[in-house]
């Protein structure tokens, strides 16, 4: 089993930076790809980026490219999601994600999740 905590989220104005960090722990060698969804209030979980596990490959969503930046540390056994820019539109509560296979924008193909933190971003 493994388990991920997200930390970092918080209340912004629009236009503000916050960095979100991942913490995994228990079966951390059985992680490959790691990715972080978000969900706004009666929204479904949408992906917003992924990455490899040796970090040199990375996707984003149309909506954050440009803005977000996904990193991780494997030493460390942490995911990291930095939010430039920040808009209204980008609040929701963040996940953190796993997979024991590679990286992937698809929700349903993640074998671990956190709990969630929230990021609000007033306008």
């Known amino acids: 089993q493994v388990q991920l905590v997200e930390s970092g989220g918080g209340l912004v104005q629009a236009g503000a930076s916050l960095r979100l960090s991942c913490a995994a722990s228990g079966r951390t060698f059985s992680i490959n790809g790691m990715g972080w969804f978000r969900q706004a209030p009666g929204k479904e979980r949408e992906f917003v980026s992924a990455i490899s596990y040796s970090g040199r490959s990375t996707y984003y969503a149309d909506s954050v490219k440009g803005r977000f930046t996904i990193s991780r540390d494997n030493v460390k056994n942490t995911v990291y999601l930095q939010m430039n820019s920040l808009k209204p539109e980008d609040a929701a509560v963040y996940y953190c994600?796993?997979?024991?296979?590679?990286?992937?924008?698809?929700?349903?193909?993640?074998?671990?999740w956190g709990q969630g933190t929230q990021v609000t971003v007033s306008s």
């Open positions: 994600a796993a997979n024991r296979g590679g990286i992937s924008t698809t929700l349903g193909v993640y074998d671990y």
